[in-house]
């Protein structure tokens, strides 16, 4: 029989998973999230995936031209946040203040034939503009450069940052998640395991001669939880097949 001691550990351990798990009381704190280039082919989606996330409360979408449509539409999905359009350079600064998170897709896209640093010429003027509205409106947000080059916009956007006196190497990334899905993906594929266990790492950016995943430090894990209660037992037992629990999904 489990000890009192370690059966309360368990109550209290499986109070704050559910807790984590979205049954929790306290009410949600109000959150921001600005779209600059919302009307792009990466600003639509991104929209969405921002107006379904229950922690935004407000969903700010700019761009030169287009926005007030993506808004209409985006705005008519059944969950909590408030969605505005802005469109032209005259409603920039609406769309940035008190924002807490910006995302930034803006720029022109990449074509056929073309690498990331072709873009460089016409987006670093683009990515300069809006890091310097973001530096006046919102300077205390969280910025995700999804323009490309990202190795080259990131350094420009925290140039500006620093010349405005309102830089913070916390608060600006740039974004790469494409490159490790893509590596997760390809890794599952290969090794024909589910590729929800599977943990790559990738580093040096987003370039196309940096980007590199280090399949020497693939983690495939899962965690497996088993519960039995009664009346006067209450049974916790956890199974590890990684070696770190923290990279470990439920199963």
């Not at 999230?33 to 229950?54: E, F, Y």
């Not at 090794?191 to 995943?213: D, Q, S």
């Amino acid at each position: 029989m489990m000890r009192p001691s370690i059966l309360r550990s368990v109550q209290s351990a499986v109070s704050r998973s559910i807790t984590r798990r979205g049954y929790a009381t306290e009410p949600v704190p109000e959150r921001k999230v600005a779209i600059l280039g919302a009307a792009g082919g990466i600003g639509q989606p991104l929209s969405l995936l921002m107006k379904l996330n229950p922690l935004v409360s407000t969903l700010s979408l700019y761009d030169i031209a287009g926005t007030p449509g993506v808004a209409a539409d985006v705005s008519h999905i059944n969950s909590r946040s408030q969605v505005t359009g802005y469109a032209g350079e005259d409603e920039l600064g609406k769309a940035l203040e008190g924002a807490d998170v910006v995302i930034i897709p803006a720029g022109v896209p990449r074509k056929p034939g073309m690498t990331r640093d072709d873009l460089f010429n016409i987006n670093a003027g683009i990515v300069k503009s809006l890091a310097t509205a973001i530096s006046k409106y919102c300077p205390h947000a969280l910025v995700n450069m999804i323009s490309n080059p990202v190795n080259s916009t990131v350094p420009i956007a925290a140039e500006v940052f620093k010349k405005a006196g309102t830089y913070d190497e916390k608060r600006l990334f740039g974004v790469t998640t494409l490159d490790v899905v893509r590596a997760k993906t390809f890794y599952a594929g290969k090794a024909n395991v589910p590729v929800a266990e599977v943990n790559v790492p990738v580093i040096g950016g987003h370039a196309g001669v940096t980007i590199l995943p280090l399949f020497s430090q693939v983690i495939t894990c899962s965690l497996t939880w088993h519960f039995r209660t009664s009346n006067m037992y209450f049974g916790f037992q956890a199974l590890l097949v990684c070696g770190n629990p923290l990279n470990c999904s439920l199963v």
